[in-house]
C-alpha cells in the first residue's frame, strides 16, 4: 500500500484514529478529518511521531460543500485518492416512542447522508485509482437491538448503498467493502444521542468482551487489503451473523428474552 492516498473521516479519536494508524504503518499518506481542530491537530502529532506520513482537514462533514472541500484540497495536494474511509458516525439510545423527532435526521445524516456525499465527491477519483471505498457500519446493521431503533436503521443503509456502489462501479475497478463492528472500547470522551436529541457520554467499555479500536482497525485493513466486500468484526458479530441468517426466529426470541429481563444491558 505504498504511497496510497487515504482520507478517513472521523479519525481524530478511537476507531478512525487507530484505522489512520493502521494505513499508515502499512504505507498509506494519510488525512485525518474531524470537527475539533485542537482534537485533530493532537491526532495527527500522535501519528507523525510514529514516522506515520499523517495530515489534517478539519471540518463538519454534514456539510456538502466541507466534504466536497476535503476531498478536492486532498487531490490537489497529492493528484490522487485511493482510499476513502466513511467512519464518522454517531449511535443513539432510547425507545423509538419516545425519541426526539430530530434524533432521526441527527441519526441519518450522521451516519448515512454524510457518508453518501463523500462517496459522491470521491468516486470519481477513486475510478481512475481503482481504489477502494469502505463504510463503517455496525453489526446492529445486520440485525438490530432494541433502543438503537435509528442507529440500526442507518447502519442497514450502508448495506444498501454499498450493494449498489458495488455493481455501478465494477466495470471501473472500484473496490467497496463494508465492515460490520461490534462492542468496542470507547474513548473517553466518546458521545451517543439520548431520547431528547441530547449528546451524552456513554459509559466507558474497559476489557471484557470490548475489542480495542486497534482490533477493528486490523480488520478494516484487511478488508482494503483482500478487497473484500462484507467484514464482520469480532466472534460474537460473526456468531450473530450467522445465527441471524439461519435462525432469525430463534435469534429474536433469545434477544426479546435479555431485552425483557435486563433492559439496562441496551441502554
Ligand atoms: N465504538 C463502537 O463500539 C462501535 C461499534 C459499532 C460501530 N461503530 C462505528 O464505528 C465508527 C467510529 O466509532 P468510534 O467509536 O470510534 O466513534 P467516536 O469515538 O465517537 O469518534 C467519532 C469521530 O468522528 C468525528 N466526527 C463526528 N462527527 C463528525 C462530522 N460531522 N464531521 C467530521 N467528523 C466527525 C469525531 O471528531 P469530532 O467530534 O471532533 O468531529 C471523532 O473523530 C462509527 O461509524 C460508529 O458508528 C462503533
Known amino acids: 500500500m505504498r504511497d496510497k492516498v487515504a482520507i478517513i473521516t472521523g479519525s481524530s479519536r478511537g476507531i478512525g484514529k487507530a484505522t489512520a494508524i493502521a494505513l499508515g504503518d502499512a504505507g498509506c499518506i494519510v488525512i485525518l478529518n474531524g470537527r475539533s481542530e485542537s482534537r485533530l491537530k493532537e491526532a495527527v502529532s500522535d501519528l507523525l511521531s510514529l514516522g506515520i506520513r499523517a495530515e489534517?482537514?478539519?471540518?463538519?462533514?454534514?456539510?456538502?460543500?466541507?466534504?466536497?472541500?476535503?476531498?478536492?484540497?486532498?487531490?490537489?495536494?497529492?493528484?490522487?485518492?485511493?482510499?476513502?474511509?466513511?467512519?464518522?458516525?454517531?449511535?443513539?439510545?432510547?425507545?423509538?416512542?419516545?425519541?426526539?423527532?430530530?434524533?432521526?435526521?441527527?441519526?441519518?445524516?450522521a451516519n448515512v447522508?454524510?457518508?453518501?456525499?463523500?462517496?459522491?465527491?470521491?468516486?470519481?477519483?477513486?475510478?481512475?485509482?481503482?481504489?477502494?471505498?469502505?463504510?463503517?457500519?455496525?453489526?446492529v446493521g445486520l440485525r438490530a437491538l432494541p433502543m438503537t431503533s435509528v442507529y440500526s436503521a442507518a447502519k442497514m443503509a450502508l448495506t444498501g448503498l454499498a450493494e449498489a456502489l458495488r455493481m455501478e462501479n465494477k466495470k471501473q475497478g472500484v473496490h467497496i467493502g463494508v465492515v460490520y463492528v461490534g462492542y468496542t472500547q470507547n474513548a473517553p470522551d466518546k458521545t451517543t444521542m439520548n431520547a431528547q436529541g441530547e449528546l451524552v457520554l456513554l459509559k466507558p467499555r474497559e476489557g471484557g468482551v470490548?475489542?480495542?479500536?486497534?482490533?477493528?482497525?486490523?480488520?478494516?485493513?484487511?478488508?482494503?487489503?483482500?478487497?473484500?466486500?462484507?467484514?464482520?468484526?469480532?466472534?460474537?458479530?460473526?456468531?450473530?451473523?450467522?445465527?441471524?441468517?439461519?435462525?432469525?426466529?430463534?435469534?429474536?426470541t433469545a434477544l426479546y428474552a435479555i431485552y425483557k429481563r435486563k433492559p439496562e444491558l441496551f441502554e
Open 210 to 252: 470490548a475489542d480495542s479500536p486497534e482490533g477493528v482497525a486490523r480488520l478494516i485493513l484487511s478488508n482494503i487489503q483482500k478487497r473484500k466486500f462484507k467484514s464482520v468484526h469480532s466472534l460474537p458479530g460473526k456468531l450473530n451473523s450467522v445465527m441471524n441468517r439461519f435462525f432469525p426466529s430463534l435469534v429474536e
Open 113 to 139: 447522508i454524510n457518508a453518501m456525499n463523500m462517496a459522491r465527491f470521491a468516486l470519481p477519483h477513486l475510478q481512475p485509482s481503482e481504489g477502494s471505498l469502505v463504510f463503517v457500519s455496525s453489526v
Open 56 to 109: 489534517g482537514i478539519a471540518g463538519d462533514l454534514s456539510d456538502p460543500q466541507v466534504a466536497e472541500a476535503l476531498v478536492e484540497e486532498v487531490v490537489n495536494r497529492h493528484g490522487r485518492l485511493d482510499i476513502l474511509v466513511n467512519n464518522a458516525g454517531l449511535s443513539m439510545r432510547g425507545r423509538f416512542d419516545e425519541l426526539d423527532p430530530e434524533v432521526f435526521t441527527e441519526i441519518l445524516n
